[in-house]
């Protein structure tokens, strides 16, 4: 029990580095990660973690493309798809950190490109699957978490501190709110159009919120460069004196 305990705890502090996440279910999240990366085989690699992700996303852009053409509870394929691409997408770095062989900036670059193709394949999916007009909230949605990802990327180069959450909502919590979404779908045909608008209507709001909070942070960056500057110049003038 003992061994057990020091166990997770070190797991936890290990897939906590470079990394601090604000979303709601971050407790739970972290105690999760922190167990299975101890059980994953050791010939399962970081990379091999981040395919698995994208084959989950997959699996959901092809529960649109099932549900549009043979039956819509296809659809309930989305929720596999969006466990698989939770258990890949989330463990592949901090599996990295856990056995302590990370490559920063190849993982971070990585995670990100693979999460934008993912992101694309969902919107192209619903695009598919949603009729006439309502296809472009596909489009806006691919639009909007592009953003999201971009103000997250500049808070990491301007504050230095990498974090995948918006506020109290990061990937996990879109995904159970996606995948609810899409539940409601199959007993509820059309709702998906509505619910998917009012999640585009909150992602632009925080969105807007996120990069208000980003441009004070960069204004105090200069701030302090602006310091940092005026101090090496008058230390200059005094050896020179």
């Not at 989330?90 to 990585?110: I, N």
């Not at 045909?189 to 441009?215: H, V, W």
Request: with cysteine; aromatic share 14%; hydrophobic share 45%.
């Amino acid at each position: 029990m003992k061994n057990s305990k020091r166990n997770m705890a070190r797991s936890l502090k290990l897939i906590a580095t470079d990394r601090q996440r604000t979303n709601i279910l971050r407790e739970w999240e972290q105690k999760s990660i922190a167990y299975l990366v101890q059980k994953i085989p050791s010939w399962i690699s970081s990379d091999g973690l981040t395919a698995i992700g994208s084959f989950g996303n997959l699996m959901v852009a092809a529960s649109f493309v099932m549900g549009a053409y043979v039956n819509r509870y296809w659809l309930l394929l989305s929720l596999l798809g969006f466990t698989i691409n939770w258990f890949g997408d989330s463990l592949d770095g901090r599996l990295a950190y856990y056995r302590r062989t990370p490559r920063k900036w190849y993982g971070f670059s990585l995670d990100v490109t693979v999460d934008w193709i993912g992101t694309i394949l969902i919107g192209l999916g619903f695009s598919i699957y949603a009729p006439g007009a309502w296809k472009y909230a596909g489009f806006l949605f691919v639009v909007l978490y592009g953003w999201e990802m971009i103000t997250a990327q500049l808070r990491y180069k301007i504050g230095g501190q990498y974090s995948i959450d918006s506020g109290i909502f990061g990937p996990t919590e879109v995904r159970i709110l996606l995948g609810a979404f899409i539940t409601v779908e199959v007993f509820i045909p059309g709702s998906i159009q509505y619910l998917a608008s009012a999640a585009c209507l909150f992602i632009l709001i925080s969105n807007i919120f996120e990069t208000r909070k980003l441009l004070f942070l960069a204004d105090v960056r200069d701030a302090e460069d602006r310091h940092l500057k005026e101090a090496e110049k008058k230390a200059g003038k005094k050896e020179n004196a």
